[in-house]
């Protein structure tokens, strides 16, 4: 009886009924892709930098970053295209699983611009510690000019 309104409140935070950007992650053995679902063509694959430079954190830097806005609800929608994986970036306080045949769902906000890593959490074989997550957050100005960048022509986003 006392738990009733909790879960009613738990279900209703967890769901971002108008999210400002979606964006999907599937995870393969040993990385991850990622697509833009309000840019039509914005996708890519994101690797673990293998080399030794000294700028960047070694095995958790990208050759592709994920850029987001900061104070967007963003929906991210995870999946995999082979074993199991799990998307898990510890400062966002966001885990969830990557499941072949099943598109599971997470919402967040990120609140100030930096850099977030995280990795893959489920233990997908022999590489599975070489799988590691960059999220850069940015202004969102700064977000548009990255997006019409990476895409073909700035006309690629979708009004809603």
Not at 9 to 22: F, K, S
Not at 30 to 34: A, C, H, M
Not at 86 to 92: A, H, I, K, Q, Y
Not at 135 to 149: K, L
């Given at each position: 009886?006392?738990?009733m309104?909790?879960?009613?409140?738990?279900?209703?935070?967890?769901?971002?009924?108008?999210?400002?950007?979606?964006?999907?992650?599937?995870?393969?053995q040993?990385?991850?892709?990622?697509e833009?679902?309000?840019?039509?063509?914005?996708?890519?694959?994101?690797?673990?930098?293998?080399?030794?430079?000294?700028?960047?954190?070694?095995?958790?830097?990208?050759?592709?970053?994920?850029?987001?806005?900061?104070?967007?609800?963003?929906?991210?929608?995870?999946?995999?295209?082979?074993?199991?994986h799990?998307?898990?970036?510890?400062?966002?306080g966001?885990?969830?699983?990557?499941?072949?045949?099943?598109?599971?769902?997470v919402?967040?906000s990120?609140?100030?611009?930096?850099?977030?890593?995280?990795?893959?959490?489920?233990?997908?074989?022999?590489?599975?510690?070489?799988m590691?997550?960059?999220?850069?957050?940015?202004?969102?100005?700064?977000?548009?000019?990255?997006?019409?960048?990476?895409?073909?022509?700035?006309?690629?986003?979708?009004?809603?």
């Open positions: 009886f006392i738990a309104p909790s879960l009613r409140l738990l279900y209703l935070m967890d769901e971002v009924h108008n999210p400002a950007l979606t964006l999907k992650a599937v995870g393969h040993w990385y991850w892709s990622y833009y679902s309000d840019f039509t063509k914005l996708e890519f694959d994101s690797y673990m930098v293998q080399d030794q430079q000294t700028d960047l954190f070694r095995l958790l830097d990208t050759d592709n970053r994920i850029v987001l806005p900061i104070n967007s609800p963003t929906r991210m929608i995870v999946t995999a295209a082979d074993v199991l799990s998307w898990t970036v510890p400062s966002l966001v885990k969830t699983d990557a499941t072949p045949g099943r598109l599971n769902q919402s967040f990120i609140n100030r611009p930096g850099i977030l890593y995280g990795q893959c959490s489920e233990i997908c074989g022999a590489n599975h510690s070489f590691p997550i960059t999220i850069e957050s940015v202004t969102t100005n700064q977000f548009i000019n990255w997006a019409s960048q990476m895409s073909d022509s700035s006309d690629d986003w979708k009004q809603v």
